[in-house]
């Protein structure tokens, strides 16, 4: 049975009919058509789907659409600065070489991001413990590591905003 | 302008559109009227097939081996002697030889809506007794995967030299060592998209693969129809390790069915098909002996070894792509006189087998190193010891060893020495005389491995298999507007050679890397490649990019010279410019004329212009030999078996390093997947061959808690037969860690006895296990 969902995604309102099983990730995806955010597992435990929702990082694979009500959403689409530049966190990750392939990265930044809002001070073994929800194939993740770090010691990430 | 050329730690040119979930991989595609499909694979392991029946309202939307009468079967042949040759049908045809095998392909709107179609599919099955032990599995009274066959060996390799002289050695150690089974996990899994394009009359393929060229040629042969009407394109990948070097069953049947309901349709593999229908890798047995003198001289290497190569010969790296080479390179970086190795490919109820990051290397390094330490014990002295007496020396370099590998240089008795002063043995030493405060046992490990590379077509065209690499190529232009595209048939998914191979261009040519553009990934526009393997890329494509602009330099200084009135034999190329006593002009003034203003160009210029597909081999294309050393220290919990790593130095070579950041990357993961091979990662099957593992819950991989923070150090000698002088070192750092944790954790256990750990990975069962079955040797 299709029913209506209705949230804002990266400050716009959208809505649409969907069926009732239709998972949150499946609606950014392929209703949305914003594909940054990724699944890598369907079962909650790779964390390539992580986005916010209401401010807290969530994995968008394991809730429904219709659960996301009324929510207010952020993908990877919506964390660059807005005159265009990278986020505090993306651009770390750049400068530190957070990434190889690409793919768990959308997910990464998200819960970074995320694990910075909560613990501003925090440690390299805090940043390891935090993230323990994101797995990464590529990167062994020390630059990961190194990234987050290094964003939480900026500035400029206290004002990004997101 | 800031050195961007090679060696220069520059930042990647990829990495803004992936951290702005711009990346387009395989499931991002978005095509008018694209179908998915979901299969119904087996749920047996080995089985005739007696029916299978779909619901009336389905008809239409299913798709069985009886509507795919004209596929032929994946064949992946080896030139091997006595190498039997598997078909796999693209789906089960009379019988299903694995848990996973495809048997319907479903075809709905949604991927959702396809599975509740593969749902209703009704299969039934005679559930035939099933090899899911490949020792089992090698023996005659077993049951046979393809009758036709007799026995279940693909293949069967005996290597000896001068056994028999080391058979009286006065220390002889036997041991019989295994490896799980693994799957290469990268985050993203396979995936298809196929299309027809009516305009240009070619099937159009999107999949996600490491080898675009090789996928084209498997389709070709299984579809009939020629290579020009197919077009493979691999967009952004998601990891490869291995996993993606494939031609796959599923690439044929989604080709099929485009074709047949002409529209577009789309498989993306989830994480249940990865770990349970996909290939695996890496599930050895040895039974291996040392013999070494009284003082630690090696004296020969004795081993039989078997491994477990799933049920089909996959595309195109063959069944025997693992069991072939261990006999080839389990002498490892060491020099002795006497070597036996038998070898068997043996066909079980599992999934086939394909290439994972090292290949057979892990596997045969663990089996060495821990009988090294063995031999190390016997005789009484340190494992490093044991090792600095054996490994080949510098001077001895170019080397052939004692399977005619030929070692190209290094010094690898350096590398070890540097690891073991890095973890400060005596200090070591002092800490376990102690003992910990908490009562855990400590332990140092090590493994030194050398890894063969970018291996071309003297190595292959001798195995024989569907794929044989020649001349690498690569195709440089410079547009009009003095930039720079490259194109190459290799592929990258997290290598990052849209900035590497943009340095080797920027070294030659000088443009500045922001103004070159490297495509790649797409049959149409790239010049034939085996793809990504074997760590062959800078290598290859970067000697193939060299060649390229070293012609492209030549001709623009041809041109220059015109330009600047002055004899070509004066000038060079240098930071974009034609450069000369007198004068320069740059390359975009270059291109301009070539382009833009052909009439001022010299009667004789060459009408190729600036535009140029050149091929490269290193000098010997018998591979380049980087390696390293691994020096790991653990905790090991005697109470609990829970290991922790303390310290980890890795010490490697790889001679010229194009961009050191990237390389340090590779290292760092290849680090992580050698601990999950280690410590954690397993598939493991029931007796009826029934995968166990399904979700991450059950298959665990590293996180950011298990892997720990190496300590890197890096030696530079470099090959004297590639461009720059560069060596293949992608693979590496994921061969040594399980040999190097593993002997750390025995190292941790001898105040314990005998307790001594021969199966990766050491899980706290095992090391539980292998203690209680030391204390029961004690008390008897």
């Known amino acids: 049975m299709a029913v209506k969902v209705s949230m804002t995604v990266n400050g716009k309102s959208v809505s649409h009919e969907v069926e009732e099983r239709t998972l949150l990730v499946s609606y950014i995806r392929e209703t949305l058509r914003m594909t940054g955010t990724h699944v890598g597992c369907d079962t909650a435990q790779c964390g390539a789907c992580t986005i916010h929702m209401n401010g807290r990082a969530v994995k968008s694979c394991n809730i429904l659409a219709m659960q996301a009500e009324g929510a207010s959403i952020t993908t990877i689409e919506g964390v660059a600065n807005a005159d265009g530049t990278l986020h505090p966190m993306q651009a770390a990750f750049k400068e530190h070489h957070g990434l190889q392939c690409g793919f768990c990265t959308p997910g990464m930044v998200m819960s970074a991001i995320d694990l910075v809002k909560n613990f501003p001070d925090t440690t390299e073994q805090q940043i390891r413990e935090q993230l323990d929800g994101n797995l990464c194939r590529c990167t062994g993740y020390h630059n990961i590591v190194k990234a987050i770090k290094a964003a939480a010691a900026d500035p400029a990430s206290a004002k990004a905003g997101v | 302008m800031t050195k961007q050329g090679v060696g220069s730690r520059v930042l990647r ?53 009886a509507d795919l009468t004209d596929i032929k079967p994946i064949r992946a042949v080896s030139g091997l002697p006595g190498f039997k040759v598997s078909e796999q049908p693209s789906l089960a045809c009379g019988k299903v030889r694995h848990v996973g095998e495809m048997v319907a392909m479903c075809v709905a709107a949604t991927r959702a809506e396809a599975e509740d179609i593969a749902a209703s599919v009704q299969l039934d099955l005679e559930e035939l007794p099933a090899v899911h032990d490949m020792l089992a599995g090698r023996k005659s009274d077993t049951a046979l995967l393809h009758e036709a066959w007799g026995d279940n060996i693909f293949l069967e ?149 078997t491994v477990d190569s799933g049920a089909y010969s996959s595309y195109p790296f063959s069944a025997c792509l693992e069991a072939a080479q261990v006999a080839s390179i389990l002498p490892g970086p060491y020099d002795f006189p006497s070597y036996r190795c038998r070898t068997w490919s043996v066909a079980t109820n599992k999934c086939p087998i394909l290439p994972y990051r090292g290949v057979a290397r892990t596997g045969v390094c663990f089996a060495l190193e821990l009988v090294l330490d063995a031999i190390a014990r016997e005789a009484g002295i340190e494992p490093h010891e044991l090792r600095l007496k054996n490994l080949v020396r510098p001077e001895q370099m170019p080397f052939d060893n004692i399977t005619k590998k030929h070692f190209d240089s290094g010094d690898y008795p350096q590398a070890l020495s540097r690891a073991i002063a890095a973890i400060d043995l005596p200090a070591l030493r002092e800490r376990q005389r102690r003992g910990e405060a908490d009562g855990r046992l400590v332990g140092l490990g090590m493994a030194i491995y050398c890894e063969q590379a970018a291996h071309g077509t003297s190595v292959y065209a001798g195995w024989g298999i569907p794929m044989v690499p020649g001349f690498e190529q690569a195709t440089a232009r410079v547009t009009p507007d003095g930039g720079l595209e490259l194109r190459v048939g290799v592929h ?65 200084i041809a041109i220059g010279a015109f330009m600047l009135k002055a004899d070509a034999g004066t000038l060079s190329v240098r930071d974009g410019c034609v450069c000369g006593p007198a004068g320069s002009v740059t390359l975009q003034e270059i291109a301009y004329v070539w382009y833009r203003r052909p009439q001022d160009l010299p009667a004789d210029v060459n009408p190729g212009g600036l535009e140029i597909t050149a091929g490269y081999k290193p000098q010997r294309d018998s591979g380049t030999f980087s390696y390293g050393a691994h020096a790991a220290v653990v905790a090991v919990d005697a109470e609990t078996g829970a290991v922790e790593i303390l310290d980890y130095v890795i010490v490697e070579d790889g001679g010229k390093l194009v961009n050191p ?76 860690p399980p040999a190097a944790i593993t002997n750390a954790i025995n190292d941790a256990l001898r105040p314990l006895g005998a307790a001594e750990l021969l199966h990766s990975p050491v899980t706290p069962r095992r090391v539980l296990q292998a203690i209680a079955v030391a204390r029961m040797g004690k008390a008897a």
């Open chain 2, 492 to 556: 990258s998914h997290g290598q990052g050679h849209e900035t590497t191979l943009a340095q080797v261009a920027n070294e030659i040519l000088g443009i500045d890397i922001s103004r070159i553009k490297v495509l790649h990934g797409d049959t149409a526009f790239t010049p034939y490649s085996t793809g990504t393997w074997g760590s062959r890329c800078t290598v290859m494509a970067g000697g193939a990019v060299s060649r390229a602009c070293e012609e492209i330099a030549r001709r623009a």
């Open chain 2, 157 to 305: 390799t005996n290597v000896e030299v001068n056994i028999a002289a080391a058979l009286d050695a006065p220390i002889k150690v036997t041991r019989e060592i295994s490896t799980a089974r693994q799957c290469q996990v990268p985050m993203e899994g396979r995936g298809v998209v196929a299309h027809w394009d009516n305009r240009l009359d070619q099937l159009v393929v999107h999949s996600s693969t490491q080898m675009p060229h090789i996928v084209r040629s498997g389709l070709s042969e299984c579809l009939g129809i020629e290579h020009g009407r197919i077009r493979v394109i691999s967009p952004d990948v998601g990891g490869g390790f291995g996993h993606k070097g494939i031609l796959l069953p599923e690439e044929v049947v989604l080709c099929w069915l485009t074709m047949r309901l002409g529209h577009p349709v789309r498989w993306l593999e989830d994480r249940r098909e990865h770990l349970t229908a996909s290939a695996n890798c890496r599930e050895h047995h040895y039974r291996i002996t040392g013999y070494a003198s009284r003082d630690g001289k090696l004296l020969g290497i004795d081993c039989e070894a």
């Open chain 2, 13 to 65: 040119k990829e990495d803004d559109r992936l951290l702005r979930g711009r990346g387009q991989f395989i499931a991002d595609l978005r095509m008018a009227g694209l179908q998915d499909v979901a299969f119904v694979r087996s749920p047996l392991a080995h089985a005739r097939i007696r029916g299978i029946s779909v619901p009336p309202e389905y008809q239409g939307a299913v798709f069985t081996a």
């Open chain 2, 661 to 736: 950041m990237v390389v340090d990357g590779q290292l760092y993961g290849g680090l992580a997947q050698g601990v999950g091979t280690a410590l954690y990662e397993e598939m493991p099957f029931d007796g009826s061959g029934q995968p166990l593992a399904s979700t991450f819950a059950d298959y665990l991989l590293p996180g950011p808690t298990e892997v720990p923070e190496p300590r890197m150090f890096h030696m530079e000698t470099l090959s004297p037969y590639t461009q720059f002088g560069v060596k293949g070192i992608g693979e590496g750092a994921a061969i040594a």
